[in-house]
């Protein structure tokens, strides 16, 4: 059974920084992609970012442009998500996901998804 498992979410100050990291397990993600999306109460998943199978290429929401850093370990089966200079806006759910089928920043594209892990940015 594919899990994956997000954790490193937290309350942080504005202008802080926190490291999401998801591991999957079940099955190897190393030849397919695998991103981070966020969502707040009575909105819509949004892309947040994604990186290639081989770690590559990397793809990011222009919200996030700059401040993020996606990452992964296909020798762990993990990606993260380095985040910096932090934001009130930045409070949401991140989730993490896997093996997309077309269309990186849809959400309803990716096949496997965790539990979500929540990050509180304080003004």
């Known amino acids: 059974q594919v899990q994956l498992v997000e954790s490193g979410g937290g309350l942080v100050q504005a202008g802080g920084s926190l490291r999401l990291s998801c591991a999957a397990s079940?099955?190897?993600?190393?030849?397919?992609?695998m991103g981070w999306f966020r969502q707040a109460p009575g909105k819509e998943r949004e892309f947040v970012a994604a990186?290639?199978?081989?770690?590559?290429?990397?793809f990011y929401a222009d919200s996030v442009k700059g401040r993020f850093t996606i990452a992964r370990d296909n020798a762990k089966n993990t990606v993260y998500l380095q985040m910096n200079s932090l934001k009130p806006e930045d409070t949401e759910v991140y989730y993490c996901?896997?093996?997309?089928?077309?269309?990186?920043?849809?959400?309803?594209?990716?096949?496997?998804w965790g539990q979500g892990t929540q990050v509180t940015v304080s003004s």
């Open positions: 996901a896997a093996d997309p089928r077309v269309g990186l920043r849809q959400w309803n594209q990716w096949r496997y």
């Open positions: 079940g099955r190897t993600f190393s030849l397919d992609p």
């Open positions: 990186i290639s199978g081989s770690g590559t290429s990397t």
